[in-house]
C-alpha cells in the first residue's frame, strides 16, 4: 500500500489508471500483466479513479486467506496475486444459475423494477465466498448475492 500512497502526492487515497500502470511496473510485472490487471479494475473503478487500498486488497486476497506477498514468499507477481482462472479452475468462482462464474464473466439477471422485470447485463468482478458473487451491471450499479440467481449471458 506504501507503493501506491506516494503515487498519491493529494493524500485522496485515488490513483490514475497511469499512475497505477506505473507503480506496477516499477514493482516488476510486465506490460501483459499490468494490462490484464488494469483491466480487471476497470470493472471496479470505470471512471479510471482506482481506490488503492482496495485495489491492493484486490490484488493480494486470495481463498486460503493468505496475501499474494505471503504466498510468493514476500514477491508480487500478476501470476500469484491472479492465479489460474477459468471453467473449471475452481478458483475466485461460485457456481450460478447455468455455469461456473469467475471474475470477467459476462452474466444476466432478471429482476423486478416498477412492477416489470427486467433483464440486466453485467460483468462478475468477483466471488465472495460461499455462494456469494459480486456484479456490476452495464447501467453502472452493483450487486452482491446469490450466485444461483446469475446467468451465462450468451456471446
Known sequence: VNTFRRG????V???????????LTTLGLGAGDVEEIL??????????GIRYEDFVDLLLATED????????????????????????????????AD???WP?????????????EI????TVVMALGGDKVSVKFD?????EGPGSFVFRLAA
Open 8 to 11: 498519491d502526492p493529494g493524500g
Open 13 to 23: 487515497g485515488v490513483i490514475s489508471r497511469t499512475q497505477a500502470a506505473a507503480l
Open 39 to 48: 483491466r480487471a479494475a476497470e470493472v471496479l473503478w470505470p471512471s479510471g
Open 65 to 96: 486467506g493468505k496475501s499474494g506477498e505471503e504466498r510468493v514468499g514476500g514477491e508480487c507477481s500478476a501470476q500469484a496475486a491472479f492465479p489460474a482462472r477459468g471453467p473449471g479452475t475452481g478458483r475466485g468462482s461460485v457456481m450460478g
Open 99 to 101: 455455469m461456473e462464474l
Open 104 to 116: 470477467g464473466t459476462r452474466v444476466m439477471m432478471m429482476t423486478h423494477e416498477y412492477g416489470e
Open 119 to 122: 433483464i440486466l447485463a453485467g
Open 139 to 143: 447501467d453502472g450499479t452493483s450487486w
